[in-house]
């Protein structure tokens, strides 16, 4: 079956912490490159990071420096570190397989996960 299930999200105080899994059936996982979306309410959908194949990363500006993405290849797995987290942040995050790169530029994959929410409140 193909598909990408998220898990990890909450509540969360400004300044904590919390790490997104995202587990991927091979068939998007393997060879691909994988990453994170989210959309806060009212704002259109955004690519918060993204990894390729073979490791290389992509940050939105807003959150470098505070979120790392990384990938287990053995494990069909794809997590985002996420720290230092404000409640600009707050928002359903995605999970997105098969992102293609084109000249240094990401674009949505094919495949989405069901989503999770992260809220980062006091």
């Known amino acids: 079956q193909v598909q990408l299930v998220e898990s ?11 790490t997104l899994s995202c587990a991927a059936s091979g068939s ?10 989210r959309q806060a309410p009212g704002k259109q959908r955004e690519l ?17 420096g505070r979120f790392a993405i990384s990938r287990d290849n053995a494990k069909n ?3 985002l570190q996420m720290n230092s987290l404000n409640p600009e942040d707050t928002a359903v995050y995605y999970c997105n397989g098969k ?6 530029r990401y674009y949505e994959g094919a495949y989405w996960g069901q989503g999770t929410q992260v ?3 006091s």
Not at 8 to 18: A, D, E, H, I, M
Not at 99 to 104: A, M, N
């Open 99 to 104: 992102i293609r790169v084109t000249s240094g």
């Open 48 to 64: 918060v990071a993204a990894i390729t194949s073979g490791g290389r990363t992509n940050y939105a500006d807003s959150v470098k």
């Open 8 to 18: 990890g999200g909450g509540l969360v105080q400004p300044g904590g912490s919390l």
């Open 28 to 37: 998007i996982f393997s060879g691909s490159a994988m990453g994170w979306y």
């Open 119 to 121: 809220t980062v409140s």
């Open 77 to 79: 797995m794809v997590y």
